[in-house]
């Protein structure tokens, strides 16, 4: 059973520069896609972005300036650092694995289906 | 990007109703949505993938359809424990979207 297990600074000033890593337990890095998600207080999720095994990552257009993920497989573990931290960016941040399954067309399909515990990341000078 | 788009955003219910949540895309995405349930303070937990494949473990009165632009999810009859927010996402594409929740509660 995966278990992906979050790390990282809770609290930060404005400009700062959020530094968030997510463990991956029980399993390996290969072939799937590494997500960091986030939810700010009482709202929606938000998509970041995703890393591959490989090291190819998508990002959310909105934050792709600010935002790197990175992964390192001898850790077994991936990154995420966003910079020039605001109150808006004040939030839950889920790290989660996304994978391919097939679906009843038997073709396949994208889903998120492991996901890290949160960690509440506040921005306050 | 694609916008996905839920309603209602909150809906009261009982133990043992039928309940539907709809979401729908800004563009056709045939069949590439997931849906997940997400418990307070709790991370969420998908559900469904691939617009109505039921996910390893998730109970059967979840069912999901849809596609081209509108989906829905439906619970059958509703248990004490399906109280909870749930979230419609794209997988079409990147950014990949979410709805904007649906707070299912007790009547």
Known sequence: QVQLQQWGAGLLKPSETLSLTCGVHGGSL????????????????????????????????????????SIDTSKNQF???????????????????????????????????????GTAVTVSS | DIQMTQSPSSLSASVGDRITITCRASQS?????NWYQQELGK???????????????VPSRFSGSGSGTDFTLT?????????????????????????????????
Not at chain 1, 54 to 67: A, D, I, V
Not at chain 1, 96 to 114: E, I, L, M, Q
């Open chain 2, 75 to 107: 619970i059958s009859s509703l248990q004490p424990e399906d109280f909870a927010t749930y979230y419609c996402q794209q997988s079409y594409n990147t950014p990949r979207t979410f709805g904007q929740g649906t707070k299912l509660d007790v009547k």
């Open chain 2, 29 to 33: 995405i045939s069949t590439y949505v």
């Open chain 1, 79 to 117: 990154s995420l650092k966003l910079t020039s931290m605001t109150a808006a960016d004040t939030a839950v941040y889920y790290c989660a694995r996304g994978s391919y399954g097939p679906g009843k067309d038997h073709y396949s399909y994208y889903f998120t289906d492991v996901w890290g515990k």
């Open chain 1, 30 to 69: 290969s072939n799937f896609y590494w997500n960091w998600i986030r939810q700010p207080p009482g709202k929606g999720l938000e998509w970041l972005g995703e890393i591959y095994h490989s090291g190819s990552t998508f990002y959310n257009p909105s934050l792709q300036s600010r935002l790197t993920i």
């Open chain 2, 43 to 57: 991370a969420p937990k998908l559900l469904i993938y691939a617009a109505s494949s039921l996910q390893s473990g």
